[in-house]
């Protein structure tokens, strides 16, 4: 498919993005990886009908902010709809209006019950940009709404990164090699057809095939069949980004073990595991600080149960004091962990805030924020029990995995030291057994203190070498 106004040629990149353009599968998905230029198919595809007026398609996003971010479908949407003499609309929601009449609506459903906001419509060309971000009952529900009076066979595109425990990995599971969870070269853009009953599907390789297999099924009739395909991409066939900005291989290259799997390699099998993120040949232990520190901050996962007779291994309060270097490097300075009750905790972590600014100077102080009122009134007697400290209230996540990559990242490639002490064998084995450990304490903080350091501005620290080695500090 190739457009040409005055000025500009809009077409696919020869590969994937021309196998994605010219399936003639009823559903077709596209991705797998990051960087294949997935959303640019999807608006590319909105074009072969924008002629007919009659015409529109719905591309659906998670979330608003998603369908507006930097670089999302409206940004790239901005490069090519206006060449075609297309103008826009954002509200109710983004819709692009051609001068035939034809319409594309970029519309979001986040919560499950937000399906049926779209009761009655007639749609034919249904779209998901990032699929395993919706449920399968919506996907399912809104092919009933992929229906067409416009001349337009109603079909359905969809693109996606890989998800294991996404039900998009089981729908496309036979274009994928199970053990290695990497794309089948072979199969790619093959059609297979299904047929769903009572929420189960039916494969086969042909409407033959799948018809011998459904000839007992009572209501079965060929014409219910839908066909599929999967086509994987990656950042290799984006020719076009790579010469733009080369530097978004290495951002891929630079990501922990499992999200470079997935979003480099394509792969749809790894999941997060013990030794994937965290290993002790990646980090070394020093015995003094090698630079400069330009940023140190101590973050506090908080917990209070003391270990009992019926609960010997209760969560911890762990503390992590962490500083970025001025050659770049991370490293940590100490780790306070105990199992102890309120009272004892919060007296831990002010005395240990007196000890860190008597040694460092202004260090700042990370406490971390559980969701809901107590939340936030225990955060605020913190507050005025740490008066005069520069203390940073951080927002809890609920996702370990997606809190702690980016402290993984620095760390799979050593950039992370230790400072020799007597709590780094307790911390480098629950970092090893991250995240299937029964505990991660200490991992949480960790990643606490390394997102406020990797971006806090200089500090105005005190000469370290005078104070290493203090042993009545660093115990």
């Not at 319409?103 to 019950?113: A, C, G, L, N, Q």
């Not at 990501?255 to 990646?282: D, T």
């Not at 927002?395 to 400072?419: C, T, Y």
Request: proline residues 5%; negative net charge; hydrophobic residues 40%.
């Amino acid at each position: 498919m190739k457009r040409k106004t005055d000025e500009v040629v809009i077409r696919p990149q020869e590969g994937k993005q021309e196998m994605f353009l010219s399936s003639p599968a009823d559903i077709c998905i596209y991705g797998g990886a990051a960087g294949g230029g997935k959303t640019y198919a999807l608006l590319l595809e909105c074009l072969r009908h924008v002629d007919n007026p009659q015409f529109e398609a719905v591309v659906f996003r998670q979330s608003r902010p998603q369908i507006l971010a930097a670089g999302g479908l409206f940004a790239t949407s901005l490069g090519i709809y206006p060449h075609m003499g297309a103008n826009y609309v954002l509200t109710p929601n983004v819709q692009w209006r051609f001068q035939s009449g034809a319409k594309i609506t970029f519309t979001h459903m986040f919560y499950e019950k937000e399906k049926y906001n779209f009761q009655g419509a007639q749609i034919p060309l249904l779209m998901f940009d990032e699929l395993t971000h919706f449920s399968e009952a919506q996907f399912f529900y809104m092919l009933s709404r992929n229906r067409s009076t416009c001349g337009v066979r109603p079909y359905v595109r969809a693109t996606c990164n890989p998800d294991t425990d996404s039900w998009v990995a089981d729908f496309i599971e036979w274009w994928i090699n199970q053990e290695t969870g990497y794309a089948i070269p072979e199969r790619l853009g093959v059609l297979r057809y299904f047929y769903r009953i009572e929420g189960e599907l039916i494969w086969g390789d042909s409407i033959e095939e799948l018809s011998e297999k459904c000839k007992d099924v009572e209501g079965f009739s060929p014409d219910l069949c839908k066909s599929v395909t999967f086509i994987a991409s990656s950042v290799y066939d984006n020719e076009a980004l790579l010469q733009i900005d080369p530097g978004y291989l290495a951002n891929l290259h630079g990501l922990p073990l499992v999200e470079k799997e997935r979003l480099l390699m394509g792969n749809w099998k790894i999941r997060p595991a013990a030794g994937l993120y965290f290993k002790h040949s990646q980090t070394r232990v020093v015995r003094e600080v090698p630079d400069k520190i330009e940023a140190i901050c101590r973050a506090w996962d908080l917990a209070a149960t003391e270990a009992t007779h019926e609960n010997k291994s209760p969560d911890r309060t762990a503390g992590c004091l962490m500083a970025r270097l001025q050659n770049g490097q991370y490293i940590i300075l100490d780790m306070k962990c105990v199992a102890a009750n309120a009272s004892h905790v919060r007296e831990l972590v002010k005395n240990t805030a007196i000890t860190d600014k008597a040694v460092f100077g202004r260090t700042r102080i990370s406490i971390p924020q559980d969701p809901g009122q107590a939340g936030k009134e225990q955060v605020e007697s913190y507050q005025k029990e740490l008066a005069g400290f520069n203390v940073t209230i951080t927002p809890i996540s609920k996702d370990k995995v997606l809190r702690a990559e980016p402290f993984a990242a620095q760390w799979q490639i050593g950039n992370v030291l230790l400072l020799e002490g007597a709590w780094n064998t307790k911390l480098l084995d629950e970092l090893e057994g991250f995240p299937d450990a029964a505990h991660d304490d200490q991992v949480d903080a960790c990643s606490d203190a390394f997102a406020i350091v990797a971006k806090a501005s200089n500090a105005k620290l005190p000469k370290i070498d005078s104070l290493l080695m203090k042993d009545s500090y660093w115990t």
